[in-house]
């Protein structure tokens, strides 16, 4: 009977390996704000308010698989000896 195998988890993510994820959200946000008051100007600025949530709702599922996929490309299962 072989003994069992003990593992632990590594995660070597760093700040710069999801800086720019989070650049480029900002800049997402920033732009839609933009947009957002540019159409304020307009005759129904209802649409601009729907114009900068529909932009941040369908951002957000986008960032959150590329958090993700990144976290677990950064995860490491090796055995203890």
């Avoid at 003990?6 to 070597?12: A, F, P, R, T």
């Avoid at 760093?14 to 800086?19: C, E, N, Q, S, V």
Wanted: aromatic share 12%; proline share 2%; hydrophobic share 60%.
């Amino acid at each position: 009977m072989s003994a069992l195998t003990k593992y632990k988890l590594i995660c070597d993510l760093a700040f710069g390996d999801i800086y720019i994820q989070i650049l480029a959200w900002m800049g997402v946000i920033f732009v839609s704000l933009a947009a957002g008051l540019a159409l304020m100007g307009s005759s129904r600025p209802i649409f601009a308010l729907l114009g900068v949530g529909l932009i941040l709702v369908l951002s957000l599922p986008f960032l959150l698989f590329a958090f993700v996929t990144t976290l677990i490309n950064h995860i490491k299962i090796e055995t203890i000896d």
